[in-house]
Nanobody
């Protein structure tokens, strides 16, 4: 059974940092492009960052570029999102997702999703 389980969310003050993790199980992790998306209340789910199967390339939304870093550990079947210099507008439910083909920021390209972890940034 394919599973993606996010963790590491929480409440942090503006300017602080959090590190999110997403543990995958049920298939060969290294065969999948991994990505993070987020959804704030009343808003559409939006792309945050993606990483290729062997970490050769990463891509970020403009809103997080320079503050967030996506990485992965294929030996541990885990993808990470290091979030620094957090802002109140980063408050959202953060999801990891994967797909076998596309290295992209398009939500429709991603097949499996976790349940999300809440990140709340206070001002």
């Amino acid at each position: 059974q394919v599973q993606l389980v996010e963790s590491g969310g929480g409440l942090v003050q503006a300017g602080g940092s959090l590190r999110l993790s997403c543990a995958a199980s049920g298939r060969t992790f290294s065969n999948y492009v991994m990505a993070w998306f987020r959804q704030a209340p009343g808003k559409e789910r939006e792309f945050v960052a993606a990483i290729t199967k062997t970490s050769t390339s990463t891509t970020y939304a403009d809103s997080v570029k320079g503050r967030f870093t996506i990485s992965r550990d294929n030996a541990k079947n885990t993808v990470f999102l290091q979030m620094n210099s957090l802002k109140p507008e980063d408050t959202a439910l953060y999801y990891c997702a994967d797909n076998e083909i596309y290295f992209s920021g398009f939500r429709v390209h991603y097949n499996y999703w976790g349940q999300g972890t809440q990140v709340t940034v206070s001002s």
